[in-house]
């Protein structure tokens, strides 16, 4: 297995080398600044380190890697337009730098540029990877419209905020580490292993992302804290506040931003009365406990379950 930073540099050279057409500009200039942004990488690693770990070369799934890293990004992009949102990994959005039809049809295109990737020396497997490939981005598009949904209501459930960022966010880790094992040419029940790792793994992600939105430092996290709060973001905080807070105080906030730090001190007092930080942690724990469950039933060389348990170990406690 290779160390994390070779998988990024392996997958940095990829986009680097991708033959994006030079005109229209104003559609693929778009694309190569999204791709410039950055981020952390971690859906294509996860494709390589995959089929790596099931015994292929890692080059083997690098154009499904980017295909999953192109479609992330899409989503982004897309995600951008519908908050209306300036900035993203430190940059003006696509829309906010040239305009929200090129925001659109970019998106658009990388959409269909991730498809075209991922067939790319599929071989024997195109099938299955597109089937893979579409069910998740039917999933991701499922998640949204619940976020969407939730954004006018008070009531929404833990239990439905859960499947919420299982669509939303998690399934496309899962078919990261799907499409690597498929890649390798693994059975179904190794595919579905990984996948599965990649769920849990990626619920884990987003739960600690919504505590480090609210208690997170901001010179590390990369963004001002309590944005979440001030949005009236139905995390699962604030569906717990809601739920238990019998004086009222959150529910009470919702939509008043007439002050916004001392909402946000509010918020957060609430939180921390409820012992939410703690049980917030308490389950980040047991779905990376999950996810390494599901190495146990994959068999896999002890470095490459070293890898994978060592990844999901440091998604627990990232600041960033």
């Known amino acids: 297995m290779k160390e994390f930073d070779e998988y990024i540099a392996m997958v940095n050279q990829a986009i680097a080398t991708l033959k994006l057409p030079a005109q229209p500009a104003g559609l693929y200039d778009p694309i190569r600044y999204t791709l410039d942004c950055g981020g952390k990488r971690l859906r294509p690693v996860l494709t390589l380190a995959a089929c790596q770990a099931m015994g292929k070369d890692p080059m083997t799934a690098i154009h499904q890697a980017i295909a999953i890293e192109m479609f992330h990004n899409f989503t982004l992009l897309h995600d951008d337009v519908m908050d209306n949102a300036d900035v993203r990994r430190g940059r003006p959005t696509v829309h906010k730098r040239w305009n929200m039809e090129t925001a659109i049809l970019s998106g658009d295109a990388m959409l269909t540029t991730s498809t075209m990737l991922l067939s790319i020396k599929a071989g024997e497997h195109l099938a299955s990877a597109l089937d893979l490939f579409n069910g998740t981005a039917m999933n991701i598009y499922e998640g949204q419209q619940y976020d969407m949904d939730f954004e006018k209501r008070l009531d929404v459930t833990v239990e439905e905020y859960m499947e919420m960022i299982r669509l939303k966010t998690s399934v496309l880790l899962g078919c990261a580490c799907g499409m690597g094992a498929l890649m390798a040419g693994s059975d179904f029940d190794s595919q579905l292993q990984f996948f599965n790792y990649g769920v849990n793994l990626g619920l884990a992600f987003q739960l600690q992302d919504d505590y480090l939105d609210t208690y997170g430092n901001p010179e590390t996290f990369g963004k001002a804290i ?17 739920r238990e807070d019998e004086s009222g105080t959150v529910k009470n906030l919702i939509g008043n931003n007439d002050n916004p730090d001392e909402k946000i001190r509010k918020v957060r007092e609430i939180y921390d009365s409820l012992g939410l930080p703690d049980r917030i942690h308490e389950l980040i724990r047991a779905y990376i406990d999950s996810a390494i469950s599901c ?8 470095e490459a379950r070293e890898f994978f348990i060592d990844l999901a170990l440091k998604s627990a406690t990232r600041n960033k």
Not at 226 to 242: E, F, H, R, S
């Open 226 to 242: 309590g944005g979440d709060i001030l949005n009236d973001k139905k995390t699962w905080l604030l569906i717990m506040a809601l």
């Open 295 to 302: 190495l146990d039933q994959l068999n896999i060389m002890p």
